[in-house]
């Protein structure tokens, strides 16, 4: 088995390992790396945050995100619909064309401290999340071998 892990078949260890768990194992794992992530971005979304009040019951970009549970395990961290504002996270992400009434030259705008804070987010917290998850596995393995 050392071979196979050394040989670059770590993945299809880690594969034949993970077939092992059950959707609720995988739960409770991907729980783990998620809590680390959604953390940081609720951290990187105050520190954004303006004092200004939205109307007709808008929330705060910071107060509509939420993660869901897929039928596979995996956890999605996103911004609900209650909000009304996840686009404006994708355009904060993405950047955006401008536009204006002459039909001039359009710029593309990317804020530098937005650009990419979905990745980089997930970027600086990977190892904190790969930390969190291995020690959430490490329980479940050990659950299944006493």
Known sequence: MSFDMKSAGFDRFLERVGDGFTIDERKKVNKAGSKVYQGSMQTFLNEHRSDRKYQNGTKHLADTLTHEIT?????????????????????????????????????????EEWHDFFKRIGDEND????????????????NKIE
């Open 71 to 111: 039928t596979g395990g995996k956890y999605e961290i996103g911004f609900s619909k209650k909000g009304k504002k996840a686009y404006i996270a994708r355009l904060l992400n993405d950047g955006f064309d401008v536009r204006n009434q002459f039909g001039g030259p359009y710029k593309h705008v990317a804020p």
């Open 127 to 142: 190892e904190r999340m790969a930390h969190a998850m291995s020690d959430e596995a490490r329980k479940v393995i050990k």
